[in-house]
C-alpha cells in the first residue's frame, strides 16, 4: 500500500511539473529546458552556444505545400538512430539581412541540425554531402 502511494505522489509531481512548463511528457519538458539553448538569441551562433555545430538543411527548391516537416522528421529519425550524443532538429524562420543568416519572424521556414558531439557531425557531413538521391535529406550547408 504504501508503494502504491508513493508511486501516486510521484505521478502527481510529474503532472505538476508537466502543467507548470506547459508540456506532456519528458522528451518535451528536456527539450524546452535545455541548457545549451538560449531561443532569445540574435545570431544563431547565440542561440546553439553549447552546441559543437550546427547545419542549415537548405532546400534545393520551396519546401512544397508540407513545409520543412516531412523531411525534419527524415533527420529527427535518424539522428535518433545513429548520434551517440545529444542533438536538435529544429525549424526556425530564418531570414539574410546584411549577408548574415538571423532568426526573422518574416523568415522563410528552414530546418537546423545540432550536434553536441563532434562525431556524430562528422557522421551526419559524410552521410549527406553530396547526396544527389531525392529520398535523402536535403544537403546541409555549414554554419558555424
Known sequence: ?????????IKYREQRLFKKHNVTSWHQYHRKTDPD?????DTLQEIYHGYHSFFLVSSPTSWGMMGPWPCSKQINAWCNENSQGRYRVDILPLAYINNELVP???GQSEIMVAFKEKSDSVSYIM????STDNQRAPIPSHVK
Open 1 to 9: 500500500m504504501i508503494v502504491f502511494i508513493k508511486e501516486l505522489f
Open 37 to 41: 539553448i538560449n531561443a532569445t538569441g
Open 104 to 106: 526573422s519572424p518574416n
Open 127 to 130: 552521410l549527406f554531402t553530396g
